[in-house]
Structure formats: C-alpha cells, structure tokens
C-alpha cells in the first residue's frame, strides 16, 4: 500500500494498531480494506467473485469462493476481476493473536509461512459454516464484552483449524524454484525495514539471522538461497542498505550522528562509525561536511 495514503487516513489507521484487529464486510464497506497499513496486519479474507491473487512469486486464478491467509512479511497484490465482490475481511496484529509464548504460532502456520498455501477453495457448505465465524466476529467486535477480544482470538483460531481440514487449492501456477522464493521475499522483506522515519523506531531486523527467525527459516538456509539467486550472502544486501540509508539520514536530515546510529540499530555510535567507515572508506561526519 502506498505510504502516502496510509497517512492521509491516520485516524482509521491509529484506531486499527490501537486494537490490533478489524473485521468488516466486504460488500459493505469495499474501500476499507485500503484504510491500513498492509505491512503491520495478518488477513483472512472469504470471498465470492473472481479474481487473481498474485502472492511472493505465484499467482493464483479464483473463481467462486475463496478463502485467503496474507502474511505481512510476503509481497502481495489481488485484482478484483469480476463486477460483484462479496464476502468478510478480518485483519489483526500479530501482538493481538499470539498474546500468549507461542509467538512463533503465525509463521509456522501452514497458511501464512513462507512458502505455504495462502488460498483455499471452499464450498457452500464450508461458506455457509465460515460466514457464521465471521459474522460472530463482527457482533463481538461492535459488542461491550469485557472479554470480546479473547472471544475474537478463538474465533480466528478456529477459522484456522477447520482451514487446516481442507484440501489447498490446486489452481495457481508453477512454482518457480525455492532459491527464487526465498531471494524474492528476502529482498522484499529488506526493502520494508525503510525508510528508517525516527530515531525512536529504530531499525529492528539488523542481520542474517534476525531475517531468518522472521521468515520462519534456517539462518544457513536463507544464506545459501539468497547467494545461489544473487551471488552475494545476505549479510551483504543488508549491510548495503544500512549503508545506503545511512547516507540518506546523513545528507537529508538534521539528526546528530549519535541519533542515526541509533535509528540504524546500532548501541553506540562508536559502532556506527567504526561499520560505516569500513564500508565506504570515510568517515560518517566527513561525508556531512561533504554534503553541507
């Protein structure tokens, strides 16, 4: 989603993070779903329609009823291909769902891993039996239950067990091979780490094995995939954009050197300088000088 229209509707988007879930028909409400930041919320979608779901690097042609998991840290995009669109959204933080030290529950579900099934073919009997869950959802959602969002976390759970019991859908291309996948959804996870906007949200995925443990893989597989693509270890991608965002902060912002080392990850600026000159050959305050 485009930055620049998720802070245009910010009210929306602050009351979303504040609760860390929203539910909503699509039908409905069908310009909703562009009112959050996709990069922060997990999704259930039930639809009726048809439609193509493009998702890390596969592409899935729908027709009918569908139900669909979208995982935050993976690249997608969907496009409406038939006139009447129905069905429900449900979207939640992972801070809302995993409230409990299974905090890892999300990335190694089937449906939202990498590498996963993200899309369900479901029949009328398993819509008619979904809707309810999701028309449960709202109710509670709109209710004045004290204890409405543990009812709500046991509503998504069982829309992910009796997914769990259905058979994936077939109907998507050909994978390409798993290097690509996981290269591809790398870089993509990368390149939303920034821009780093406050020195008060530092940069929290800082290395090789930060990126695995996010994307639910071996640090040395990751490693291997990603060089096999690119030629280079991941360590190196990474450093380069720490690097090149260093030089952004450097010349378009005002923030002392102490602050960007922070915002960068770095515990103390001695750290920063010591990294950033290894890797360009000069030192952070030269190359402000340079640009003043």
Same mark, same amino acid.
């Given at each position: 989603?485009?930055?620049?229209?998720?802070?245009?509707?910010?009210?929306?988007?602050?009351?979303?993070? *504040?609760?860390?879930?929203?539910?909503? &028909?699509?039908?409905?409400?069908?310009?909703?779903?562009?009112?959050?930041?996709?990069?922060?919320?997990?999704?259930?979608?039930?639809?009726?329609?048809?439609?193509?779901? /493009?998702?890390?690097?596969?592409?899935?042609? @729908?027709?009918?009823?569908?139900?669909?998991?979208?995982?935050?840290?993976?690249?997608?995009?969907?496009?409406?291909?038939?006139?009447?669109?129905?069905?429900?959204?449900?979207?939640?933080?992972?801070? !809302?769902?995993?409230?409990?030290?299974?905090?890892?529950?999300?990335?190694?579900?089937?449906?939202?891993?990498?590498?996963?099934?993200? +899309? %369900?073919?479901?029949?009328? &009997?398993?819509?008619?039996?979904?809707?309810?869950?999701?028309?449960? #959802?709202?109710?509670?959602?709109?209710?004045?239950? +004290?204890?409405?969002?543990?009812?709500?976390?046991?509503?998504?759970?069982?829309?992910? /067990?009796?997914?769990?019991? #259905?058979?994936?859908?077939?109907?998507?291309?050909? /994978?390409?091979?798993?290097?690509?996948? @996981?290269?591809? @959804? !790398?870089?993509?996870?990368?390149?939303?780490?920034?821009?780093?906007?406050?020195?008060?949200?530092?940069?929290?995925?800082?290395?090789?094995?930060?990126?695995?443990?996010?994307?639910?893989?071996?640090?040395?597989? *990751?490693?291997?995939?990603?060089?096999?693509?690119?030629?280079?270890?991941?360590?190196? /991608?990474?450093?380069?954009?720490?690097?090149?965002?260093?030089?952004?902060? %450097?010349?378009?912002?005002?923030?002392?050197?102490?602050?960007?080392?922070?915002? %960068?990850?770095?515990?103390?600026?001695?750290? !920063?300088?010591?990294?950033?000159?290894?890797?360009?050959?000069?030192?952070?305050?030269?190359?402000?000088?340079?640009?003043?």
């Amino acid at each position: 989603m485009d930055n620049k229209i998720a802070r245009s509707v910010s009210p929306f988007n602050n009351e979303l993070r *504040l609760k860390g879930f929203n539910v909503f &028909q699509i039908e409905e409400d069908d310009q909703a779903v562009r009112f959050y930041s996709r990069k922060d919320f997990y999704k259930i979608c039930l639809t009726t329609g048809k439609s193509k779901i /493009h998702y890390a690097d596969r592409s899935f042609e @729908v027709e009918g009823t569908v139900l669909f998991f979208g995982n935050p840290h993976i690249p997608y995009s969907w496009e409406t291909i038939s006139t009447t669109y129905v069905g429900y959204t449900c979207l939640f933080s992972e801070e !809302f769902l995993c409230v409990s030290e299974r905090t890892d529950m999300l990335q190694q579900s089937p449906f939202f891993k990498i590498g996963g099934t993200p +899309v %369900l073919k479901i029949t009328e &009997q398993q819509r008619a039996s979904l809707n309810i869950l999701f028309q449960k #959802m709202i109710d509670e959602q709109n209710s004045s239950y +004290v204890y409405k969002d543990d009812l709500i976390r046991s509503y998504i759970n069982l829309i992910m /067990h009796e997914a769990m019991k #259905m058979q994936p859908s077939e109907n998507f291309d050909q /994978h390409k091979n798993a290097a690509y996948r @996981v290269a591809a @959804v !790398f870089m993509e996870l990368l390149e939303r780490q920034f821009p780093v906007e406050s020195p008060n949200k530092p940069l929290q995925l800082k290395t090789a094995q930060d990126y695995a443990q996010n994307l639910a893989l071996h640090v040395n597989y *990751l490693n291997r995939m990603v060089k096999e693509v690119t030629g280079r270890p991941t360590s190196a /991608h990474i450093a380069e954009r720490i690097i090149s965002e260093a030089k952004a902060l %450097l010349q378009h912002t005002d923030w002392n050197i102490a602050d960007i080392a922070y915002a %960068l990850g770095f515990e103390y600026p001695s750290y !920063f300088n010591n990294y950033f000159k290894r890797m360009t050959g000069t030192n952070p305050s030269s190359l402000r000088t340079m640009e003043v």
